[in-house]
């Protein structure tokens, strides 16, 4: 299938920046479509950003405006640049590929990163 693996995440103050990577290995032929989602402890997952292979975007309300995804399809790399960040934004981030596997799409996800942000 489809390995992922995240770097980017760190600690960083209200208002910074970071951009996290997500690069990927094996069938990339067959992505349909990469995410990046977020999770804190005790809650679900969220998605955060996704991004077709024809460049299509969309993102979820609390990051509009601040976060932006983006794709190298060269190296199979999706990053997520995040700006004015808020202590909300802490959770552990994850890279996920949807991949094409016959007559189904599967998901496929990275171990995660982490980020926090301080007050």
């Known amino acids: 299938q489809v390995q992922l693996v995240e770097s980017g995440g760190g600690l960083v103050q209200a208002g910074g920046s970071l951009r996290l990577s997500c690069s990927a290995s094996?069938?990339?032929?067959?992505?349909?479509?990469m995410a990046w989602y977020r999770q804190t402890p005790g809650n679900e997952r969220e998605l955060v950003a996704c991004i077709t292979l024809v460049g299509s975007t969309n993102y979820t309300n609390s990051v509009k405006g601040r976060f932006t995804i983006s794709r190298n399809k060269a190296s199979d790399t999706v990053y997520l640049q995040m700006s004015a960040l808020k202590p909300d934004d802490t959770a552990v981030y994850y890279c996920?590929?949807?991949?094409?596997?016959?007559?189904?799409?599967?998901?496929?996800w990275g171990k995660g990163t982490p980020v926090t942000v301080s007050s």
């Open positions: 996920n590929a949807k991949v094409n596997d016959g007559p189904t799409r599967v998901d496929c």
């Open positions: 094996g069938r990339t032929a067959n992505i349909a479509a």
